[in-house]
């Protein structure tokens, strides 16, 4: 890092800055989130919102939510779902718009205005969850609609919704002792402020982070396109003539996959692998205090470890049945990744090498073998794959599967220049939704790809309804010179996983927002995502929008048949490092004493016990590990990737049956699940569009890994 005085002045500067302004504009009046929008669609006008807005706008949001809960609570008539359930769910509008805005802006476009003010709005938006979450009075009126659902005359989908909410109460402290729900907000609170540590501390040090390159000849094997970004990231912090190369994806694997100079592998590798560390920035310490605070909210709420409490109320119910399905993928993946890394080792023997591999050399070897083997270059694939004709081919997608259309709007609001927005509609022309893009890296943006939304869908029973504003974000490889950001395979494969994330959030017709899009168990959300990236590199759909950059042509045939010989290739490496993370995930929640944990002994621990080869990694070293310690999100869940993987690979052999723009199909899909949300449960909404229970046997087969056709179900009873 250079002069940290010098940065360290500049960031107390910014945040007085940010206090004075934050003092001189506290007035509500001319606050963007007090009043309607005025915008196309109700796009958020973000050019009007500054940081000052965020917790005036909050706190009122805040003291209305408390009057329309009081609303609810006052009332003298029995608690019915109209009079109960569905103003809950209408309640907090201006909440929502602050923090869908704040919150998917806060990982975008972050800068010390936003983090001063991320740690107060964070905080404050638990508490005042807590506080409805543990109301007695409002769960005495859940509690009693709940008991007596039945016979109330419910619909399916209104019985569902209020079975979860109670479910949500209980989980949430409903039925704590006044002394245990003081504690379990103080846990609530606490693990706030950690995961805003976690997260600041893992975007500080990526952004601390840089390898300097001075000798052009060690930049030998790396493709010209990534040499020109390293060029333009040296220009842009004042080393021109040199080439800098950072942990974000696009710079960082090329170089782990091409660079022959070992060397630079090595320091690549060591310095991914050891982010967040150790220094200022070390999210050890951080972990440890997470690992205490779960571990007392389990007990308080009376289950035996935070795995325990995140599974019960999804899919697979509880850690055995997700370690369970992990172990069916393991074993195999195990072997095969010693079988890699025996062609890799007889590799580097035949070029004179005495190094035994190691786990820097795996990516590079990796693409050495494939190169050997199936005669395919990813770089050369790559001139295929610029980022604008990977977009059409995800529209294009959209279109025969499900007749919807995306046109650019330019003059639409938008968060920054990188973004574009669309308009997106059905068969008929009618407005479905928005969708926005933002795909190249930057400093104030986190590493990894998501989809978010600005605006959830809804259809109240009063005629009010809403339809999405959802947005993509990556951190694809970006454009240098002359030459397009042009995609890696995996690149194209996340484009069309998030844009698959999109769909579920765009084409929902779920009347409940708590039941829209996305909203489903954690084990099932991937669905959606997962199975459209099956479509990135089937052949019809490929014809259709991979073209070279420089000359129009078609991808030929002979070069999409290479990319299906080798389309298993590396998949032991794949799956173990991701199995060996979602394994990982799962001990991390069933520690219930932190006080004696070393991170790295344990990480170690585990990879002993599971037996990991030791020329692979996990996915995700535990102090960047974002999907388990930055928030509560994929905590015990990480294993939602592999579970919903059984599903897509299990479903997209249908449409291989049926065709893979079957319009039956695809509206069985489109109606089961991406319209029906969390309407239903999961896995009866499977079965209604595959027609039976998932089969493991279809993974095993995609990813290579299959020896023998066994009939493997995925053993878990049906939803919650």
């Known amino acids: ?16 800055t940010a206090t004075t302004a934050m003092a001189q504009e506290t007035s509500l009046a001319g606050n963007p989130f007090m009043s309607d929008y005025g915008t196309v669609y109700n796009i958020p006008p973000f050019q009007k919102i500054k940081p000052a807005h ?13 009057a329309e809960i009081e609303a609810i609570t006052g009332q003298a008539h029995e608690p019915t779902f ?100 003081k504690k379990l907000k103080a846990l609530n609170t606490r693990m706030t402020d950690l995961y805003l540590v976690f ?32 060029a333009d990231e040296a220009k842009a912090r004042g080393l021109e003539g040199k080439w800098v190369f950072t942990l974000h994806a696009p710079s960082r694997l090329p170089l782990l996959q091409y660079a022959d100079d070992r060397d630079l592998r090595r320091q690549m590798y060591e310095g991914y692998t050891t982010l967040a560390s150790s220094g200022e920035y070390d999210n050890k310490p951080v972990i440890k205090e997470i690992l205490k605070v779960r571990a007392e ?42 079988e890699e890394v025996a062609e890799m080792q007889a590799l580097s023997d035949s070029e004179g090498n005495s190094f035994k591999i190691a786990p820097y050399d795996y990516y590079y070897y990796a693409e050495r073998v494939r190169k050997n083997k199936f005669a395919l270059d990813e770089d050369e694939v790559r001139q295929y794959f610029a980022l604008d004709s990977v977009r059409k081919g995800i529209f294009n997608m959209a279109n025969r599967l499900y007749g919807v259309t995306f046109t650019e709007m330019p003059n639409a609001p938008r968060y920054h220049d990188e973004v574009t927005v669309y308009d997106v509609k059905d068969a008929q022309g009618k407005h479905v939704a928005v969708f926005m893009t933002d795909y190249f890296p930057r400093a104030s943006k986190r590493q990894g790809a998501w989809m978010s939304e600005f605006q ?20 694809f490889s970006k454009p240098a010179g002359d030459t397009p950001a042009l995609l890696t395979m995996d690149e194209v494969e996340t484009m069309f996983h998030e844009f698959g994330h999109g769909l579920h959030g765009m084409l929902t017709r779920a009347k409940l927002r708590s039941q829209a899009g996305t909203n489903v168990d954690r084990d099932f959300v991937e669905l959606p995502s997962q199975i459209h990236e099956h479509w990135a590199f089937e052949p019809e759909l490929l014809r259709t929008y991979a073209r070279h950059w420089r000359t129009g042509e078609v991808i030929p045939d002979s070069l999409i048949e290479r990319m299906e010989a080798a389309s298993t290739h590396n998949q032991g490496f794949t799956s173990t490092e991701l199995v060996g993370a979602a394994l990982l995930d799962l001990q991390w929640g069933k520690v219930t004493d932190a006080d004696s944990i070393d991170v790295e002994a344990f990480e170690a621990n585990v990879a002993q016990e599971l037996g990991m080869p030791s020329e692979v990694q996990f996915r995700y070293r535990s102090p960047y590990f974002r999907h388990i310690f930055g928030s509560d999100g ?41 319209e029906a949300g969390g309407s239903a449960d999961p896995m009866e909404l ?29 053993n878990t009873p049906g939803g919650k």
């Open 1 to 16: 890092m250079n002069k940290p005085s010098i940065i360290a002045t500049a960031v107390a500067m910014a945040l007085t």
């Open 54 to 66: 965020y917790m005036p706008a909050l706190r009122e949001g805040i003291k209305r939510q408390k």
């Open 82 to 181: 109209a009079n109960t359930i569905l103003p809950l769910e209408q309640s907090g509008e201006l909440v929502r718009r602050v923090m869908n805005v704040f919150s998917n802006l806060d990982e975008t476009i972050s800068s010390p205005e936003m983090q001063a003010v991320s740690e107060e709005a964070y905080p404050l938006y638990s508490q005042a969850n807590d506080e409805i979450m543990m109301d007695p009075l409002l769960f005495a009126r859940v509690e009693h609609i709940y008991e007596f659902r039945d016979e109330m005359g419910l619909k399916p989908e209104q019985i569902r919704a209020v079975e979860l909410l109670y479910e949500d109460f209980i989980r949430s402290g409903a039925r704590l002792t006044i002394e245990d729900k």
């Open 199 to 230: 997260n600041k501390n893992l975007l500080n040090a990526t952004n601390a982070w840089q390898m300097v390159v001075d000798d052009a000849s060690r930049l030998s094997g790396i493709p010209a396109a990534n040499i020109a970004v390293a």
């Open 297 to 338: 909210k389990a007990r308080l709420l009376g289950y035996p470890d935070y795995a325990s409490y995140m599974t019960a109320n999804v899919m697979a119910h509880n850690p055995q049945n997700a370690e369970d399905l992990l172990m069916k993928i393991w074993k195999p993946a195990v072997k095969r990744a010693h």
């Open 456 to 475: 959830s869908a809804f259809q109240d029973p009063n005629g009010k309804s809403a339809r999405p504003i959802v947005y993509n974000v990556g951190n």
């Open 634 to 674: 994929y905590a015990s869940g990480y294993y939602t990737y592999l579970w919903a993987e059984v599903l897509d690979c299990d479903g997209f052999e249908l449409f291989k049956e049926k065709g893979i723009f079957d319009k039956a199909t695809a509206d069985s899909f489109r109606r089961n699940v991406l």
């Open 686 to 714: 499977y079965i209604k569009f595959r027609g039976r229970e998932p089969r493991v046997d279809a993974l095993l087969r995609k990813r290579g890994l299959l020896d023998e056709e066994k009939d493997k179900r995925l």
